[in-house]
């Protein structure tokens, strides 16, 4: 039995030069990523392994830094409140987005049903420290929004950005605030998606809504529901610009996060190769999450 010999296909001219305008236009944004995205990972990499404050050459210490990081207490609290972090905010964001985009799918002949879509999008497209400001005025002990509400209906006001009890939690809700619309458009193409002709099955066989939603719906929009959760963990994981603006990691050390003690580490302590080593570490969790999703939550083929 013969084998025919492989024959290598030649590009053609025309095929070659779309091929090289192609590289031409992705080319900036490539070079644009490996400059700031790729290349500081690298250097991160390297210089938690050195002594370096940017006022001297690094000095390499070996594992010197990391064998420091489990003994060091304000990374530990960071690492605690990082983690009640996501659990408040995670939960939250993937129940309000799928409750929210199944709400609007089911309301779309209704008027009304593309302006809330609209309006619940909104925080998604202003600023983060924007956000953060107007947030911190309505979560004033005196004059705010909501502790005037509160005054209103009967209760006392509450100092939330001032009390190691509330900090966290008020910062959380306003990553949930911001975070949802996002979550919620994922949900939304989703379940746009979802057969009709199987929704209309179970209709004619009397399937009430909560029905359809839980045997039908949610089933399907499982991957999605993966992939948010997974979303959801890791910025996070990452949360810096709301505690920056709003609590300063206060009070005390109640909102220090991990990413806001890579920030103290490099930039007030002037301790760069320490903060790269937190960095690193930071990372590596990251990535273990993303492992883990997908190795036990994707779905099989």
Known sequence: MTTAPSVRR?????????ALIGAGYIAPSFILMMIFNVTP???????????YNMASPPMWIGLENYTKLFNNRVL?????????????????QTVLSLLIAVFIAENMKNRYGSFLRSVIFIPVIVSLIASATVWNIMYQPKGGIIN????????????????????????????IWKGTGY?????????????SDVREAAIVDGARPIQRFWYITLPILKPITYMIITLGIIGSFQVFDL??????????????????VIYTFAFQDKNYG???????????????????????????D
């Open 76 to 92: 530990t609290e960071a690492l605690s409140n990082t983690v009640r972090y996501v659990l408040i905010t995670v939960p939250a």
């Open 10 to 18: 030649k590009m053609s001219p025309r095929t070659r030069r779309q």
């Open 183 to 195: 979550y919620m458009v994922i949900y939304y193409a989703g379940v746009m998606n979802v057969p």
């Open 274 to 300: 320490y903060a790269s080593a937190v960095a690193m570490c930071l990372l590596i969790v990251i990535l273990l999450i993303h492992l883990i999703q997908t190795l036990f939550f994707k779905e099989k």
């Open 41 to 51: 990972i690298f250097l991160s990499a390297y210089f938690s392994f050195t002594k």
């Open 243 to 260: 505690v920056y603006k709003m609590t300063g990691g206060g009070p005390g050390r109640s909102t220090y996060t991990v990413a806001y």
């Open 148 to 175: 005037q509400l509160l005054n209103f209906l009967g209760f006392d006001s509450v100092n939330f950005l001032g009390k190691k009890a509330s900090a966290l939690p008020s910062v959380a809700v306003v990553a």
